[in-house]
Nanobody, 124 residues
Framework: QVQLVESGGGLVQAGGSLRLSCAAS????????MGWFRQAPGKEREFVGV????????DYGDSVKGRFTISRDNAKNTVYLQMNSLKPEDTAVYYC?????????????????WGQGTQVTVSS
């Protein structure tokens, strides 16, 4: 069955960096755009970024542009989220998700498959 497993979360000081990974299985990874979302306590799930199936294009939410970078390795069925210059407001559970759409979807409703999430905590 479809599985998305995030890893790499943890506690980091403001200004630091983390790299999240999401390992996919159970579907043809190279056919799917991959997105990252996050959700802080009491808040809606927020779009972080997306990468096209081929890896040729990306898009990011305004709050992370210039600080976060998405990449993917289709040979390893893995997508990454490099997070630099982290801020306390980046604290959230981070989820990866898979979308069959060719477009760079920013809506959570465009994603059919989701991981269980990994906690990122940024201390001030």
């Amino acid at each position: 069955q479809v599985q998305l497993v995030e890893s790499g979360g943890g506690l980091v000081q403001a200004g630091g960096s983390l790299r999240l990974s999401c390992a996919a299985s159970g579907f043809t990874f190279s056919d799917y755009a991959m997105g990252w979302f996050r959700q802080a306590p009491g808040k809606e799930r927020e779009f972080v970024g997306v990468i096209r199936a081929s890896g040729s294009s990306t898009d990011y939410g305004d709050s992370v542009k210039g600080r976060f970078t998405i990449s993917r390795d289709n040979a390893k069925n893995t997508v990454y989220l490099q997070m630099n210059s982290l801020k306390p407001e980046d604290t959230a559970v981070y989820y990866c998700a898979a979308s069959r759409s060719y477009e760079l979807e920013i809506s959570r409703w465009s994603y059919a498959h989701w991981g269980q999430g990994t906690q990122v905590t940024v201390s001030s």
